[in-house]
């Protein structure tokens, strides 16, 4: 018979792509590791791992395993949960892997509703972009992802329920004076001259945006190439550039700036996604539930904020 943690440890390897990362994962050393590896291929007659290069990869029998082993993990997990919801109370630890601009704006509410809800719930965050936030669920390392359908390509996640939190739209932000504030709508066509602030970071995002530009017939001219958000908003503050962002990046963040609808209508579904068989389980339930709370309460960006000085003329 199979060894469940020696499957578990071949299943790590297809998400995490290293012997080292996997026992930086579980713990362990990475002679342990590559034992245990091997045990399971003489468990299966199988050859499992080969070599490429300095580094290892799963063979066409291991990955075919690893996607057989999902139903076993599934399994697993919904026991797990089944036994959760027998208890008195929500207890135990809640990790919770988020995109930036949902960690910054609507997870602090959602944490916070949990903890003052669950006293002996551990609620935990960590803020990874979507394709690692993924990573972090498959292998045990967050229960909660929190992610958008712009990334959802990898057939691992077969192995993932998602769930829809709320939609995000994008906007045109500029400089408080640019004469595209008075618009009520701003054509992404008439931003084909202009300088371009992006943040290359969030690498579907940059994609997105560059895409829907050439959609329009041009590529943005980036003058202002930024690892975060944060510099973005400064350089478009600046009146060095201007950019398009999810309203999510916007919230708390308008002084200094105007905001338009963009047209044709850019946007995102932020998704809640778990394992399967965790999708039962009541803290997974309680999160989802405070997610949906906090984003009702949150500051909403106002339109208002792009500038009070419409009746100017341009």
């Not at 944060?230 to 200094?256: C, D, E, F, K, Y």
Request: charged residues 20%; glycine residues 6%; negative net charge.
């Amino acid at each position: 018979m199979i060894n469940v943690q020696r499957l578990r440890l071949l299943r790590e390897l297809s998400f995490l792509g290293t012997i080292s990362a996997v026992a930086d994962s579980l713990g362990l050393t990475r002679p342990a590791v590559s034992q245990q590896l091997s045990q399971l291929e003489k468990d299966t007659g199988l050859v499992l791992v080969e070599r490429a290069g300095r580094s290892v990869q799963l063979t066409g029998a291991g990955m075919r395993l690893v996607e057989q082993s999902h139903e076993v993990f599934e399994s697993l997990e919904r026991i797990d949960a089944e036994l959760a919801v027998t208890r008195e109370s929500i207890s135990g630890d809640l990790r919770i892997a988020a995109f930036p601009s949902f960690s910054a704006t609507v997870l602090p509410g959602a944490m916070s509703l949990l903890r003052s809800s669950h006293a002996q719930l551990k609620v935990s965050m960590v803020e990874h972009e979507p394709a690692e936030a993924i990573v972090d669920l498959m292998t045990k390392r967050a229960d909660v992802a929190v992610l958008d359908n712009l990334s959802r390509h990898d057939p691992r996640n077969e192995a993932v329920m998602y769930q829809p939190l709320f939609g995000d739209d994008f906007y045109v932000v500029m400089p408080e004076k640019h004469p595209y504030r008075k618009l009520d709508t701003v054509p992404l066509a008439h931003l084909a001259e202009e300088d371009w602030a992006l943040n290359r970071s969030a690498r579907v995002y940059h994609s997105l945006v560059s895409d829907a530009c050439l959609a329009e017939g041009f590529a943005p001219n980036i003058t202002c190439d930024c690892k975060d958000t944060t510099t973005v908003l400064q350089m478009v503050r600046a009146g060095l550039a201007i950019s398009i962002l999810p309203g999510l990046a916007l919230t708390g963040h308008q002084q200094g700036i105007a905001i338009r609808p963009l047209e044709p209508l850019l946007k995102r579904e932020v998704l809640f996604a778990t394992l399967k068989g965790r999708a039962g389980h009541p803290a997974i339930q309680e999160c989802f539930r405070a997610m949906r709370s906090s984003y009702a309460r949150r500051s909403q960006p106002s339109l208002l904020g792009l500038s009070n000085e419409t009746s100017e003329t341009a």
